[in-house]
């Protein structure tokens, strides 16, 4: 994740998969941002398993502080910023990726 103002962040795909290549950019203002496997999600990820789509996350504008911060909403796929697992909330900073367990990733 990139950082470019206070208005606007853009997420970048490190890795190919059915639904994007890498380098592709979602550009997202200071609105809440849905990733997962449902197609209302405004980043949508693959669902390779048998189960249903889930919503795995959120980005969201920090209120008072600038920023944006990660909540992870899925109670089976777990979240890892720079390859730590995020339980509750992480906030953001340029140059963390971002991944999700049982996604395709390669």
């Known amino acids: 994740m990139k950082t470019k103002?206070?208005?606007y962040y853009t997420l970048e795909f490190g890795f190919t998969d059915l639904l994007h290549k890498a380098g592709d950019k979602v550009v997202a203002?200071?609105?809440?941002v849905r990733i997962?496997?449902?197609a209302e999600c405004e980043v949508t990820l693959p669902?390779?398993?048998?189960?249903?789509d889930e919503q795995l996350a959120?980005?969201?504008p920090c209120?008072?502080?600038?920023?944006?911060?990660?909540?992870p909403v899925s109670a089976y796929l777990p979240v890892y910023v720079n390859g730590a697992a995020v339980s509750l909330?992480?906030?953001l900073k340029e140059g963390d990726r971002?991944?999700?367990?049982?996604i395709d990733q390669e």
């Not at 203002?29 to 809440?32: D, G, K, P, R």
């Not at 209120?63 to 909540?71: A, E, H, I, K």
Request: hydrophobic share 35%; charged share 10%; net charge negative.
């Open 98 to 102: 971002i991944i999700f367990e049982g």
């Open 63 to 71: 209120q008072y502080s600038g920023g944006w911060q990660l909540v």
């Open 29 to 32: 203002s200071n609105q809440v």
């Open 58 to 60: 959120i980005i969201r």
């Open 5 to 7: 103002s206070v208005n």
């Open 47 to 52: 669902n390779l398993s048998p189960y249903e």
């Open 89 to 91: 909330v992480h906030y």
């Open 36 to 38: 997962g496997q449902q």
